[in-house]
């Protein structure tokens, strides 16, 4: 039950973090107004957490699926597990290349305003 659990929580990132990313992207981002660079370097870091997460694990039910399963089903099972955390590995590289070093004051300042008011 537990490993369902985390297969669902992982393909919900492989969904939400480009979404996120985005906002970082566009500025629309809340809390950009407050202090951007604090909020870019912790996304920066999450995502790196998330990229070797995913890495260690994919990786790791990968190899049991090669060499610890006996049962086709079991072998069957690691793969697709391990072919889902790769996912958030891919997802979590390319989107913290995606992430700016800076977002424009204006910008931020501007959509902001925008969701507060809305």
């Known amino acids: ?3 369902l659990i985390a297969i669902v929580c992982a393909i919900a990132t492989c969904f ?3 979404i996120e ?3 970082l992207r566009n500025g629309t981002n809340p809390k950009l107004a407050t202090d951007r660079e604090a909020v870019l370097a912790g996304w920066r870091k999450q995502l790196n ?4 997460t995913g890495a260690s694990i994919g990786g ?3 190899a049991l699926g ?4 006996s049962d086709p089903a079991e072998s069957l ?3 697709v597990v391990g072919t889902v955390w790769l996912a958030v590995f891919t997802v979590s590289y390319f989107s913290r290349r995606r992430i700016p070093e800076s977002v424009p004051e204006s910008a931020a300042a501007t959509n902001a ?3 507060a008011s809305a």
């Open 1 to 3: 039950m537990l490993e």
């Open 16 to 18: 939400w973090v480009p």
């Open 21 to 23: 990313v985005n906002k």
């Open 49 to 52: 957490v998330l990229m070797w």
């Open 60 to 62: 790791i039910n990968i």
């Open 66 to 69: 090669l060499f610890a399963s």
């Open 77 to 79: 099972d690691k793969y």
């Open 113 to 115: 305003g925008d969701i």
